[in-house]
């Protein structure tokens, strides 16, 4: 071997060597910096989340997508949102500005979100989760009610019977009781039939939560709707807030205090104020 070879052998070792060495003792690698990264993103995400009473607990808070009146956390494999989350108040049922039903898809959902042709020719409608007669307090919000990532396929019967009853009543109680949380979604298992290019699940059965956090008598329900014509009063399909828990596996309201979580175990219907199939009172309170 010549002698110049000999010594350019050398001097990639005593590189090396010299590089290794570089490192102070103790000092993070690339990986475990980025790790870091990874966890301070989301503890800042879970910190932010903390600060919405109606987000539910989740192990993925830098996925909450934030729109400016509704939150909500995107299921790919199912391509659409698992919950949907927001504050309703008297105020805001005042549907100001009405619907221009721009549906498009959500440039907040990183995975990208479901698009005109998965429901095109699918004979679903684009089911609103948070309906757009909530959102109508302004043209901003009213207009991103309006993305697919909000959507989900619903049954044309369900949309505009059972489930807008079920909408329309929790405006009433916005109204009645001033502020409202509200949770709503799909209940997405896996093995359910899709349409379109991207695989949208069709969901068989829909939810919602209802908290009424007010001093000295808060109050919850809970809603499992099937996907599908009914007829039935949406009182029928009440249920303890535990029971969409059950069914879900979300746990919903994590911020509420200890001695309050006694709500989520029950249906009460007469703590609520109902509307009868005609929009006249027949509950007690």
């Known amino acids: 071997m010549k002698r110049s070879c000999v010594y350019f052998i050398y001097a990639l070792v ?3 060597s010299c590089s290794k060495s570089t490192r102070p003792e103790g000092a993070l690698t ?4 980025a790790e870091m990264a990874k966890d301070r993103e989301r503890a800042e995400a879970a910190a932010k989340a903390a600060g919405y009473f109606e987000i539910p607990a989740t192990d993925r808070p830098e996925e909450i997508v934030y729109h400016l009146a509704y939150s909500l956390l995107y299921s790919e494999p199912h391509e659409q949102a698992e919950w949907v989350a927001y504050v309703l108040t008297a105020e805001r049922t005042s549907n100001t500005y009405k619907r221009k039903n721009d549906f498009r898809t959500d440039p907040e959902v990183a995975s990208g979100s479901a698009t005109h042709a998965d429901y095109k020719g699918s ?3 684009r089911g609103h989760l948070a309906p757009s007669a909530d959102m109508g ?3 901003e919000v009213q207009s991103e009610s309006f993305y697919y990532s909000n959507m989900s396929p619903q049954v044309p019967a369900c949309n505009t019977g059972i489930w807008s ?3 329309k009543q929790v405006r009433d109680w916005a109204v009645e009781y001033d502020t409202i949380f509200v949770v709503t979604g799909p209940v997405l298992t896996n093995g359910l039939p899709a349409i379109g290019p991207g695989g949208v699940a069709v969901p068989e059965f829909y939810y919602k939560v209802i908290l009424h956090n007010s001093l000295p008598a808060p109050k919850g329900i809970g809603f499992i709707v099937p996907n599908a014509r009914s007829k039935a009063h949406v009182s029928a399909f ?3 807030i535990d029971s969409v828990e059950s069914v879900t596996g979300i746990d919903f309201f994590p ?4 001695e309050s979580e006694e709500i989520e175990s029950e249906k009460c219907l007469p703590c609520w104020k109902w509307n009868s199939p005609d929009g ?3 509950g007690t309170e």
């Open 165 to 167: 009853k079920l909408e």
């Open 30 to 33: 690339p990986q475990q910096q």
């Open 238 to 240: 009440a249920v303890p």
């Open 280 to 282: 006249v009172d027949f």
């Open 14 to 16: 005593l590189f090396a």
């Open 255 to 258: 911020l509420l205090p200890a």
């Open 123 to 125: 004979g679903y409608h």
């Open 137 to 139: 307090w302004s043209p």
